[in-house]
């Protein structure tokens, strides 16, 4: 399988296509990355070098892979943080120019808006942009809690607020979606919950919840979920290995009192976790 990541990257450490690319490939899928930016690291550490590329340098660099003939051969898109809303436009120019090629492909949007105890950390217009445009046009989305409260315009605390918040999404466009980071009143203090939604039903995974604040690890949720996606057609397996691919990651992570995700080290997390979960069908 090919997947055409089109995602931020840093030199240093993990985030976006430097978080997204690794896992992908080692479970044996071509990666065709494609750069929003070009950073030092991450820009959590408060100070970085590099440049964001703007909509054009994009779109250059999905043109010439065009022009090798072989976007036929694309079997999804993946994309995630957007710098800016001309970033936006040449990913949905990339999507229609994959789909055009082979109308099978699937676009698994990821949509970086911000996260609990942080806030929106996008551009304005950005939120807009991605509840407008991207998520109704995207197939598979992979929204944190925060985010899907976002872009269903509501706020939810219950699981039935959550599921209800999905189908909200869901009616946009998009068939699947994987909410991270979810907590609501029933989820233990020492727990998070994953929920995949898919055809009118709703999976959910409840992993320990780990000490440690680590950037990335939503990338690398977003690529593997893709991966076992693409490789069963089935939310509630590809919910299940992704969580457990995760939790080793950040488990090791952890472990190693790292502020880098492992993502080299724990490779072996993806193709053999060393942990499973249950996954439960909940009915809100």
């Not at 950390?121 to 998520?135: C, D, H, K, S, T």
Request: proline share 5%; glycine share 10%.
């Amino acid at each position: 399988m090919n997947v055409l990541s089109v995602q931020s990257h840093v030199a240093y450490g993990h985030a976006g296509n430097a978080s997204a690319a690794f896992p992908l490939q080692r479970l044996g899928i071509e990666v065709w990355p494609v750069h929003t930016v070009q950073f030092s690291n991450h820009t959590g550490y408060g100070a970085w070098t590099g440049r964001v590329f703007d909509g054009q340098a994009v779109e250059e660099v999905v043109q010439g892979i065009e022009d090798r003939g072989v976007l036929g051969g694309c079997d999804a898109v993946l994309s995630g943080y957007l710098g800016s809303a001309d970033i936006g436009h040449a990913v949905l120019g990339a999507v229609a120019k994959v789909r055009a090629a082979n109308p099978d492909a699937v676009w698994c949007c990821d949509p970086v808006i911000g996260d609990v105890g942080r806030g929106v950390f996008v551009r304005p217009g950005i939120p807009e942009f991605l509840r407008e445009v991207a998520v109704p046009a995207a197939d598979i989305v992979t929204p944190n809690h925060f985010e899907l409260d976002l872009l269903a315009e509501r706020e939810t605390h219950t699981l039935a607020e959550v599921t209800e918040a999905v189908a909200a999404v869901q009616a946009m466009g998009p068939r699947v979606v994987l909410t991270t980071s979810l907590v609501t009143e029933d989820t233990p203090d020492d727990a998070v919950d994953l929920l995949a939604s898919e055809g009118g039903r709703h999976f959910r995974v409840r992993t320990p919840r780990l000490d440690l604040s680590v950037n990335g690890a939503g990338d690398a949720i977003a690529a593997l979920f893709l991966a076992h996606w693409l490789d069963t057609r089935s939310a509630e397996a590809a919910l299940g290995r992704a969580a457990a691919s995760v939790f080793g990651l950040l488990r090791m992570t952890a472990e190693a009192g790292s502020r880098e995700i492992l993502l080299v080290a724990a490779q072996d997390e993806y193709v053999s976790p060393t942990r499973t979960f249950d996954v439960t069908e909940v009915h809100p």
